[in-house]
Every structure is written in structure tokens, then in C-alpha cells.
């Protein structure tokens, strides 16, 4: 009876045997399984690529946010030596294809790149860059604005000798005689030429370069940089804009900017409606006059910057549009402007083609007319010929070679499109770039190695790529936002720009947009998705069922151990910025 009980009790509680391996598993290695292979494949973030200069973008913000100030603006000067500049007048492209933007607000990628030029500047920062041996070619530029003087910092760390020529008594071009200081300090625009010096770079001012000049510099100097600018203000081409009363746009900042206080009592009217025509405005208001602009098109067709647009209109600026000046008239030493009506005939491009609007005309009586309707080259032999067989021209300025002579090299507004500071940064650096090659290498490997240096799909170069830095190991693949995991992500406002208020804007030429802190740059830098970098995240790592992510001291900080993984994909769907590849197996 109680060998019964216990053979119930027993069936009742059964033993469970566990099976147990007192054996390693190295041995059994299942990477022999896998058909799909992870792998490491940094790619490119759509702001870089958009961005004229191709600043790495992403590795600026992700430093950003380490703390990493130094590398950071460090980053910028490999692609750019003006970050305190374009991070104030920089229209900032990178902002509109932003990834971050289609989840709640871009990033504000020129207010942290200016809050590192002003970081650096106040710390007294020196960067530490790669420099190539020195050559024995020497180089002439033509023009120290921003294209003469990025091309003098590009050709230093080439390694050449450069000597730029500068008209005016001081270097900057637009950035010192165009730009009013509210928008562009002038020691934060001196600290900047002072680098591009500090690396070797000799400046000659109060050295306009005539076509006598040219010749001598082309017989003494291995090549030449044509980057001149357009100083001179084109004409309306209307009867009477040769009157007292009217006045040359781009003349009225440059007064201003040498310490003269030019009268503008009265109104003042502003024929144009770009960057120079809105300054114009707002210079005007500051001097204690009334400013209107007349401008052809419509506010949304302005090729000014849209902030710049609505700060005006907030200082009291007026916008009159539609219109265009059909005949200038003195009266009473006031200006009797008739003005065309125009209307909109269509869509040409991005903006609107308009069309006077059959007879109709106005008419304001007004103190003074300025005109910033655009500019040109101040002598057309500033210009590459049209059509020479020994031009080549690539996509930001135009090489002249001719056999047994120097080289000749076109770039900045003479060359580019888009006549603004950080084209003409890409300007001077594609110049550097291909006067190298041609020097080093020959006319044919110009274009393949231009091709090489593409950030993304080009047009934008990296001279880090050029130089063999760790950039030139990257995908151009550019990462779209479909290809972010947003699970990782939280929603996060953008950060609000500090201003002068209003009412003290219209009272001085102080700068309107005020520094911000450390903490405000970090956390404003930490919303960036770093798209398409490896952050460190270890994701990979921890979401590994293979534990085949082992970490070591290289540069990536880990590795995939293949003996093991099977390729199940988990690495590479839980990396939140697309910096890992998923590719079949080729055994």
C-alpha cells in the first residue's frame, strides 16, 4: 500500500530533467547560416549635400553636442573658413532639406555654427588642421572677398605660397564694404581674415588689379585667381537715374561701413528687392529716415532672405510691389518717380514672370532714390572669355590654360549663379582643388578627381575627401527621412533665436541676433539625427541575439564577429540613423 502512495505521489510530481551542454558553443558557429551580411556603412546627410560648401554637417552637430566645441569648428574650417561669417549671412540651405524638419522643426544649423565662431573667438581658439608640404608654385588672387580669401585658405593647406590683391584699403570685399553691421560685426569678420593670414596668406591692400597688373602677375606667379566680385551696380535703364537725387545702393552701405553718416532725412525709396535693397532699407531707418521699397515682383518672389524681409517690415520699412520705375524726374531737389504697374503673367522657375500691367502708372515724390537692382563685374575683362577652347568650366569657376602660359582662374560672382557668401567659399575651393590637380596630375584628372571629392551627389565638394581624410570612406548615399528609425527620437522644439528687441534695433547698428549658450547650442545640436553617422548609440551591440558585436579600440569602436552572425538584420532596423548596410552574401 505505501509502494502505491509513493508511485502516485511520484506520478503526481514528476521530475523534470533539464537538459544541460557543460560544452562551449564557440564551435558552433552559425555564422555558416547567414545569407544576409550587416555591415558598418556610414552615409551622407542631406544638409551636407545641400550644402554649397559641404560641411559635414552632421559630425559638426554630433561633436556639438559631446561638448567637443574645438572639433567641431574645426570640422567646419576642413570646408569652410568663414563659420562666424555664414553663420550669420548664410542663407542656410542645409535648413530646408533638413530630415529633422518632417518630424517636428529642422535644426538651427547657422546658429550653431555661429555660436562655435564665437566659442572659438572668445576662447582665443587655434585650429589644428592637415596641411600639405609646401610647393614650389607660388599664387595670385585677385580680390580678398569671400571667394579670393577661401581659395588663399584652401591653397595654404595645399601647400602654396599665395599672394592676394586687394582695391580697398581693407580685405573682405561684400563682408566689409556690403553688409551692414548689424548683421555682420566687424571684429567677428576681422578674427576670420586674421586666420586665413595666420596661415601663411599675404594680403596686399589699396592693389587694384588693372589688366597692366594681370599681365605682371600672370609673368611673375605660377597661376592666377580671378575673384573680383561684382562691385558695380547695374542700371535701371530709365530716363533721369543720372539725376543728384539718385544714388548707387552698394555705395550707401560702403559709406556707412567707412564711419560716415550719409543724410537720409525724409523718405527714401529702394528700387530692387534682394539682400542689398532690403539693407538698404534698414540702413535708412537706422539714420533716422523713411524707407520704402519698390520692388517688380511680389514680397514672395524676393530673392531676399524671408527673415531679413519680415525684420524690415517690423522696423517700420514699407514694401510696395508690382511695380518698376519708368521715369526719374527732378522736382524742388526732390525725385519724381513714375512707376510702371506690373502684374503677374505666369510662374518663371521658382518666382513670378510678370509684365506691366498694360498703361497703368503711379507716381511718389520722394527725397532720394537708391538702386540695388543687382550687380556686375566692374571691368568685362574680369570675365572668363566666352566660348575659348582653353576654358574649362566646371560648376562653381572656370580655369584658363593656355600652353606654355599660366594658369588663369575664374571664380566667385563672376562664375556662380547664386551670387552668395558660401557659393563663393564653394567657389574658391573648387579652384584650389582643380589648380592642384592640373599641377600635380595634369588637365585630364581634373574632372575624375573633382568627381571623387562629390559630397553626396555633388555639386558640393569636401576638401577633407580631397586630402585623404577619414570623410573619404563615407557612402555618398544621401539619407532620406524614411530611412531614420524615429522610435529613438522625441519630439523637441527648435531653439528660438535670441534678438534685440524691435524698438532698440532701429536705434543703433548693433547686431540683432544675440549669442547664445553652451547649454542652448548642446541641446539644440542633440535634436540632430547625425543621419547616416554612428553615434555610438550601441544599439547593434545590445540588440544582438548573437552577442557578434564585440567592441574594440578602432575608430568605429566595434566590430561584427561573421564566425557568428546570422545575419538576421536586428543590427541594422534598431540603428537609428541609417549608419549600417544590410547586403547579400557573396561566398
Request: proline letters at 6%; a negative charge; charged letters at 25%.
Amino acid at each position: 500500500m505505501a509502494q502505491k502512495s509513493e508511485a502516485i505521489a511520484e506520478a503526481e510530481n514528476p521530475i523534470h530533467i533539464m537538459p544541460r551542454s557543460h560544452l562551449s558553443t564557440e564551435n558552433n558557429k552559425t555564422g555558416s547560416w547567414r545569407y544576409l551580411r550587416p555591415r558598418y556603412d556610414e552615409k551622407t546627410a542631406p544638409c551636407s549635400a545641400a550644402c554649397p560648401a559641404g560641411e559635414d554637417i552632421g559630425r559638426i552637430e554630433m561633436l556639438t553636442t559631446q561638448g567637443l566645441f574645438k572639433e567641431a569648428w574645426e570640422t567646419i574650417l576642413r570646408e569652410n573658413p568663414f563659420p562666424g561669417v555664414c553663420g550669420r549671412v548664410c542663407f542656410h540651405p542645409c535648413e530646408s532639406v533638413c530630415n529633422r524638419g518632417e518630424f517636428d522643426d529642422p535644426i538651427a544649423i547657422h546658429a550653431l555654427e555661429r555660436f562655435l565662431a564665437d566659442t572659438a573667438e572668445r576662447n582665443d581658439l587655434k585650429p589644428l588642421l592637415e596641411r600639405l608640404p609646401g610647393r614650389p608654385e607660388k599664387v595670385a588672387i585677385a580680390g580678398a572677398g569671400p571667394s579670393g580669401l577661401a581659395a588663399a585658405w584652401f591653397l595654404s593647406r595645399l601647400g602654396y605660397a599665395c599672394d592676394v590683391f586687394e582695391a580697398a584699403p581693407d580685405a573682405g570685399g561684400i563682408l566689409r564694404w556690403g553688409i551692414p553691421l548689424y548683421r555682420l560685426p566687424l571684429p567677428a569678420l576681422q578674427k576670420e581674415i586674421a586666420q586665413v593670414q595666420a596661415q601663411g596668406v599675404r594680403i596686399h591692400t589699396g592693389k587694384p588689379v588693372t589688366s597692366a597688373l594681370l599681365k605682371d602677375l600672370q609673368d611673375q606667379y605660377r597661376a592666377v585667381y580671378l575673384a573680383c566680385g561684382h562691385g558695380r551696380t547695374t542700371e535701371l535703364r530709365v530716363p533721369g537715374e543720372s539725376l543728384a537725387g539718385v544714388a548707387d545702393g552698394l555705395e550707401f552701405l560702403a559709406r556707412i561701413r567707412n564711419g560716415e553718416t550719409p543724410p537720409c532725412e525724409g523718405i527714401s525709396a529702394v528700387i530692387g528687392g534682394g539682400n542689398t535693397a532690403v539693407d538698404v532699407a534698414r540702413s535708412i531707418v537706422r539714420l533716422g529716415g523713411r524707407a520704402v521699397i519698390l520692388y517688380r515682383r511680389r514680397r514672395e518672389d524676393m530673392p531676399a532672405f524671408g527673415d531679413e524681409v519680415q525684420m524690415a517690415l517690423d522696423e517700420g520699412v514699407e514694401l510696395v510691389e508690382l511695380v518698376a520705375p519708368a521715369r526719374i524726374e527732378s522736382e524742388n531737389g526732390r525725385c519724381r518717380v513714375t512707376l510702371r504697374k506690373m502684374k503677374v503673367a505666369g510662374e518663371d522657375g521658382s518666382r513670378a514672370r510678370v509684365e506691366p500691367d498694360g498703361d497703368k502708372t503711379t507716381e511718389v515724390v520722394i527725397d532720394r532714390l537708391f538702386k540695388a537692382t543687382g550687380a556686375e563685374a566692374a571691368h568685362d575683362w574680369y570675365n572668363p572669355p566666352a566660348g575659348a577652347s582653353s576654358i574649362l568650366t566646371l560648376s562653381h569657376c572656370a580655369l584658363e590654360k593656355k600652353d606654355g602660359g599660366p594658369v588663369t582662374m575664374y571664380g566667385g560672382d563672376l562664375t556662380n549663379d547664386i551670387k552668395s557668401v558660401v557659393h563663393a567659399v564653394a567657389s574658391g575651393k573648387q579652384a584650389a582643388m582643380a589648380l592642384d590637380t592640373l599641377l600635380r596630375e595634369g588637365p585630364d584628372a581634373i574632372l575624375p578627381k573633382l568627381n571623387a571629392c562629390a559630397v553626396g551627389s555633388g555639386p558640393s565638394l569636401s576638401m577633407e575627401i580631397y586630402m585623404g581624410g577619414e570623410r573619404r570612406l563615407r557612402n555618398p548615399h544621401v539619407v532620406a527621412y524614411k530611412e531614420i528609425n524615429t522610435d529613438y527620437f522625441r519630439y523637441s522644439a527648435r531653439m528660438s533665436q535670441p534678438r534685440l528687441v524691435r524698438e532698440e534695433r532701429g536705434r543703433s547698428f548693433a547686431e540683432i541676433d544675440l549669442r547664445v549658450s553652451g547649454n542652448i547650442a548642446m541641446r539644440e545640436a542633440e535634436r540632430c539625427f547625425n543621419c547616416g553617422l554612428c553615434n555610438q548609440c550601441d544599439n547593434c551591440h545590445l540588440f544582438c541575439p548573437d552577442m557578434s558585436v564585440i567592441h574594440d579600440p578602432s575608430t568605429q569602436g566595434r566590430h561584427i564577429n561573421y564566425d557568428y552572425c546570422k545575419g538576421c538584420g536586428l543590427c541594422v532596423v534598431e540603428c537609428p540613423r541609417n549608419a549600417m548596410t544590410l547586403e547579400e552574401e557573396i561566398r
